[in-house]
């Protein structure tokens, strides 16, 4: 049979599934949500598990999924510590709720911070459904154990967890800390590849995203906000704008002053009756604004300035060992390098999206977030409500990578529901959310290395400019804290005797915002291109250069040197800073590649290592420049990331990351021109498409029993790094600043 | 005016300028195909008009008047296409948004072009981003489902 045979006889069928389709959405907000509301309690085993009596076991997902398949991992803990049947299970995805701990998915740590805890509480419904059985049989709790979705008795006889079910649910909650745990041995899904609970829908388009929220009346919104930061609308032709086919109301939001935190821009809303007559209203509103005083940000100016400051004298210094000055002065070789990186865009593929609805007392909202808590708290503070008012529904995320855990895209939301009293929709269209982003943040580094007699590193100096996200919160904020240049610039893990590392102040006039491993990016950037700069002054071959500067197998400490390191908020105790984990990801990797053989004229490879996240990575990436062409060839990685629950899922974050870090490599730029975003669609702000996707991507997890660290972000920062350290190998070429395509095409 | 979708005729009432995507997605609440840039630059709103993929956003309604829409609603009901099925097997989504319009796109050049090269998958496939990154799988799944129709076929 051919596709195009397949297609017709799909055709025949398709009255049918149009028309289930049209009830699914008829019936919203109900049932078509339904998979994304809280379910009715009544059969709760504890606050992650209900079992109901036909024995389906819902567990609540409470972290939000942006595609790192966080809904499917974690309830992949809870049924293989409860011992459910997967095929049984059904995952519904939690309301904002302050008992669930943090849903803020962010940080790459769900697994992390929830791995321990979904195994209790799958436990503690094992525990409540085998007391249940007991009780039931009058027999010893050590006599029965929960297997497969049923409870069995030593002697022979069963129950199904849906028999247990109501009974389970009167039993008091069991002590968690003290439920015995599974052995790694006898898991059944911990450490499988288990497909994503979402996999066929979104293969079908049955999906609800942020943008697909549809609630019986619903307003759809637009909205022109101002295009510097903190700038005033003076006046607009609201009378003209209402005249437009489909519009029905025109209503200003009005900014608030900084810190610019998650509230909503100063604009104006086209509200309509449809998405296209929304947006397309807005451009008869004629808005006259005042610029205010960001007005004069030129960005290409701007980050040559940091680059002269950190290049030219000492800033703040955040961490010191030794005497850098007096060593640099006995050095045998000094090399020293200046490195800019831009502003950057987050560009997931679904812009930001919120619906709201007030009535009967609460605001429901419906947002592909990342934090729901945090939109439930704003969003009360907005509407002067209770936070128990605000009822936080999360839809499936079109990609998060950060952006969407501001939610000032759902204040927008509760703003128009109010002043309109009908729920209304925010889209934000391409051009909105790259213009009005929370940017990742420029940077400019400056490095001064120096090398003894044998080509060993003797002295490291480092200076960094980047304007904050600390300004978010406070106005004016203008220099990196601990917690920042924790993300790799502080925690540089080099046995290096004489080390000093400054900071200098940078204002921030853009509203700055973390994306998909934060500071790592311009920092990883600049240590790994430093490290092969002084690996090739030394005459080494990196990959060796890398393992002999790392030095001998230790944990690090950074407490004597003056340096708070944040250790992404968790302890040195639980998770070391092993500089064996980090030359193991290197050593594993390039043993993988024929490392250091000779390639044709104008290939080369390059290597980068970094820890984020608490996770290890290193990449490798094989480049050809030919005629001024620079392709991509092979991106490997290795990831030690510790405990793994689902190998396919951190494959394809991995995966993921390469495709991330080629992004911002080779095309990554936002400008700013008299305070505006210059770029503002996929034209000028260009993301990897498939023709640049190496023809080999490989992927490789270092098998751990250590604690589950982080996944979705630490495969991005080594991969600029990597790929200009190949063009290096291959050209001589040194690239301190990305994106790459302003030297060649890419 | 009257557009068939999805094997079935709709009538709508709407002005003739008004893009297809937002027909779809607003009038038909037909919410599988995304909006993604609404310049023809990202292929998320993918559909297919008279068996080629055309970007919904760009294609006024008018345009689709008389004629056959195919949309991820009716590719098939239970993913049993053979690109959906390649997709499912190489564990293809990410976060999933711009899977309608990968697949609609794949399935398109797999009718015209059942065994692409390299090359034919590179073009037909690049107007369409995907933000995770999953286009290696995407490569993988489109290749198996050629075969899978290979198969079919033989």
Not at chain 1, 121 to 144: K, Q, Y
């Amino acid at each position: 049979m051919t596709i195009r045979k397949i297609s017709r006889r799909r055709f025949l069928a398709l009255t049918g599934i149009s028309a289930s389709g049209m009830v699914l959405m008829g019936s919203l907000p109900g049932s078509a949500l339904a998979g994304i509301l809280d379910s009715p309690q009544g059969d709760t085993l504890n606050l992650f598990v209900s079992v109901k009596a036909d024995g389906v076991v819902e567990i609540i997902a409470h972290r939000s999924e942006m595609g790192t398949g966080i809904r499917t991992s974690l309830p992949q803990v809870v049924a293989d510590e409860m011992e459910a049947d997967w095929s049984r299970v059904k995952v519904i995805q939690g309301l904002a709720n302050a008992d669930y701990g943090s849903q803020n998915t962010d940080g790459s740590r769900s697994v992390r911070d929830f791995y321990q805890i979904m195994r209790q509480m799958g436990a503690a419904a094992r525990a409540s459904l085998e007391l249940a059985a007991a009780n039931r049989w009058s027999a010893n709790i050590s006599d029965v154990a929960a297997s497969n979705h049923q409870v069995v008795h030593q002697d022979g006889r069963r129950l199904g967890f849906g028999e247990l079910a109501a009974e389970a649910a009167k039993l008091p909650l069991p002590d968690m800390a003290q439920l015995p745990l599974k052995e790694s041995r006898d898991f059944r899904y911990i450490g499988k590849d288990i497909p994503i609970v979402d996999l066929q829908d979104m293969c079908t388009g049955n999906t609800v995203f942020g943008i697909d929220v549809r609630v019986p009346g619903m307003l759809f919104a637009s909205i022109e906000r101002t295009p510097v930061l903190q700038g005033k609308v003076l006046s607009f032709d609201k009378d003209a704008t209402l005249k437009a086919p489909g519009v029905v109301d025109v209503i200003k939001i009005k900014g608030q002053p900084l810190p610019s935190g998650f509230n909503a821009l100063e604009g104006v809303a086209v509200l309509a009756s449809d998405s296209h007559s929304a947006i397309k209203g807005r451009s008869r509103l004629n808005i006259s604004w005042d610029r205010g005083v960001h007005a004069t940000h030129n960005s290409g100016a701007y980050i040559n300035e940091l680059a002269a400051k950190v290049s030219a004298g000492p800033g703040k210094v955040a961490r010191e060992r030794g005497d850098t000055d007096a060593a640099l002065g006995k050095a045998k070789t000094i090399v020293e390098a200046t490195y800019v990186t831009p502003y950057l865009a987050h560009a997931s593929m679904e812009p930001p999206a919120a619906t709201a609805h007030i009535h009967d007392g609460i605001c429901e909202i419906w947002a592909c977030t990342q934090t729901p808590q945090k939109t439930q708290q704003i969003v009360a503070t907005t509407l002067g409500m209770d936070e128990k008012a605000v009822k936080v529904h999360v839809t499936l995320l079109g990609g998060g990578f950060g952006r969407k855990s501001k939610p000032d895209f759902s204040v927008e939301a509760a703003l128009l529901a109010r002043e309109t009293g009908k729920p209304v929709q925010v889209t934000w269209t391409r051009e909105d959310d790259i213009r009005h982003d929370y940017f990742h943040s420029c940077s400019a580094q400056y490095y001064k290395g120096g090398l003894d007699d044998g080509g060993k590193l003797a002295a490291w100096l480092a200076r960094e400019a980047t304007p904050p996200i600390s300004s978010l919160f406070q106005a004016g904020a203008n220099i990196q804290n601990d917690g920042s240049l924790s993300q790799s610039f502080g925690s540089i893990p080099f046995a290096v005797e004489n080390l000093r590392l400054e900071s200098h102040e940078a204002d921030a006039h853009v509203r700055i915002g973390w994306l998909r491993s934060v500071f790592n990016i311009p920092y990883v950037f600049g240590i790994g291109s430093f490290m092969d700069e002084l690996a090739h002054a030394a005459g080494k071959d990196p990959r060796d250069f890398w393992l002999e500067t790392i030095g001998a197998d230790r944990e690090l400490d950074f407490a004597d040197e003056g340096f708070k390191f944040s250790n992404y908020g968790r302890s040195l105790a639980d998770f070391p800073y092993d500089t064996r984990r980090l030359k193991g990801v290197i050593t594993r990797l390039t043993d993988t590649l024929p490392w250091g053989k000779a390639l044709p004229a104008g290939q080369g490879w390059g290597l980068c290592a970094a820890r984020s996240f608490l996770s290890y990575v290193a990449v490798a990436t094989r480049i050809e420049v030919k005629d001024g062409r620079l392709s991509v060839m092979e991106m490997h990685c290795m990831m030690d990331a510790g405990t793994i629950v689902n190998p396919d899922r951190v494959h394809a974050q991995m995966e993921g990351a390469m495709i991330f870090g080629l992004s911002l490599a080779l095309m990554g730029e936002i400008d700013f021109k008299e305070g505006e975003a210059v770029q503002s669609n996929f034209h000028d702000y260009p993301v990897a498409r498939l023709n640049q996707t190496p023809n080999i991507v490989k992927t490789h997890i270092v098998p751990s029993d250590a604690p589950a660290s982080g996944v979705g972000e630490p495969g991005v920062p080594p991969v600029a790094p990597s790929i200009a350290n190949a063009i290096f190998a291959a050209t001589g070429q040194r690239i301190r600043e990305f994106p790459f395509n302003k030297v060649f095409s890419v | 005016m009257k557009i068939t979708i999805n094997g079935e005729e709709q009538e709508l009432d709407i002005a003739p300028d008004v893009p297809l995507l937002w027909a779809l997605r607003d009038h038909l609440q037909l919410t599988g195909t995304k909006f993604g840039c609404g310049k023809g630059l990202c292929g998320a709103c993918t559909v297919h008009l008279n068996g080629a993929a055309v970007r919904s956003c760009q294609t006024p309604v008018s345009a689709a008047e008389g004629s056959d829409v195919l949309t991820i609603e009716g590719l098939s009901s239970d993913a049993s296409h053979p690109v959906q099925v390649a997709w499912k097997e190489n564990n293809v989504p990410q976060c999933g948004y711009c899977q309608s319009g990968q697949i609609m796109s794949a399935a398109a050049l797999l009718e015209r072009t059942p065994s692409p090269s390299d090359a034919e998958i590179d073009n037909a496939m690049s107007g369409n981003i995907c933000r995770c990154g999953t286009y290696t799988r995407i490569r993988t799944a489109i290749k198996q489902a050629s075969r899978q129709t290979g198969e079919e076929q033989a």
